[in-house]
């Protein structure tokens, strides 16, 4: 059974920073892409990162240049370093791990930014 657990949320003031953090239990292998997505609330969930196997990132426009997605292999773990957060950031946050076979999603955490 293969569970993502996500934490690093809050409560934060425009400006500031939040790392987000995504590691995966159980038996997990080849994994392809790692990647976050937000959703606020009546709408759907949207892109922000992947980061491929090779290395590759992609963002969204809204949050390039702000936010760095990065990895540990060796943990299994996804990063989403979030800077110069802005008000239209609050969201539900969720990883995402793509394998050949699979995919999985975290629970989410929520994001506030607020002053």
């Known amino acids: 059974q293969v569970q993502l657990v996500e934490s690093g949320g809050g409560l934060v003031q425009p400006g500031g920073s939040l790392r987000l953090s995504c590691a995966a239990s159980?038996?997990?292998?080849?994994?392809?892409?790692m990647a976050w997505y937000r959703q606020t609330p009546g709408n759907q969930r949207e892109f922000v990162a992947t980061l491929s196997r090779s290395g590759s990132t992609n963002y969204a426009d809204s949050v390039k240049g702000r936010f760095t997605i990065s990895r540990d292999n060796n943990k299994n773990t996804v990063y989403l370093q979030m800077n110069n957060l802005k008000p239209e950031d609050t969201a539900v946050y969720y990883c995402?791990?793509?394998?050949?076979?699979?995919?999985?999603w975290g629970q989410g955490t929520q994001v506030t930014v607020s002053s």
């Open positions: 159980g038996s997990i292998f080849n994994i392809r892409t």
């Open positions: 995402k791990i793509v394998g050949w076979t699979y995919d999985y």
